[in-house]
């Protein structure tokens, strides 16, 4: 019985070996595979630099042992930080909302340009 020949999906050179084979070797494999998922890892990729560059900010903001700092929201945005990008909110009793990147987050006070930065106790 004759074989038909098989192709690499990446490049396109006839394929030695197994018969289930796809690729004539491991870095036509990954070239396939990256090419495949590039879209999706650039937003992703995206996203976690956002969210990190938020977190990175409200770090520098929230210096030495204070508990908590209050900014103008101004200050936020001309560092670079984007109110859109946040891992998780958490609501109080009180009905207020705390918006976090990671430990730490930010409570916009109400009626203000005020931020309250505050870190989630991570012990």
């Given at each position: 019985?004759e074989?038909?020949?098989?192709?690499?999906?990446?490049?396109?050179?006839?394929?030695?070996?197994?018969?289930?084979?796809?690729?004539?070797?491991?870095?036509?494999?990954?070239?396939?595979?990256?090419k495949?998922?590039?879209?999706?890892?650039?937003?992703?990729?995206?996203?976690?630099?956002?969210?990190?560059?938020?977190?990175?900010?409200?770090?520098?903001?929230?210096?030495?042992q204070?508990?908590?700092?209050?900014?103008?929201?101004?200050?936020?945005?001309?560092?670079?930080?984007?109110?859109?990008?946040?891992?998780?909110?958490?609501?109080?009793?009180?009905?207020?909302?705390?918006?976090?990147?990671?430990?730490?987050?930010?409570?916009?006070?109400?009626?203000?340009?005020?931020?309250?930065?505050?870190?989630r106790?991570?012990?």
């Amino acid at each position: 019985m004759e074989q038909q020949e098989k192709y690499c999906l990446d490049c396109g050179k006839v394929i030695r070996g197994r018969q289930d084979k796809k690729f004539c070797d491991d870095a036509c494999r990954n070239n396939y595979n990256n090419k495949q998922n590039s879209d999706q890892t650039n937003y992703v990729r995206n996203v976690n630099n956002a969210l990190r560059k938020n977190r990175r900010i409200l770090a520098e903001l929230l210096t030495g042992q204070n508990e908590t700092a209050k900014v103008k929201r101004e200050r936020l945005a001309e560092k670079g930080f984007q109110f859109n990008y946040h891992t998780s909110t958490y609501l109080t009793q009180k009905q207020q909302v705390y918006i976090f990147c990671y430990e730490y987050g930010y409570l916009p006070l109400e009626d203000t340009e005020w931020i309250l930065i505050v870190k989630r106790n991570t012990d």
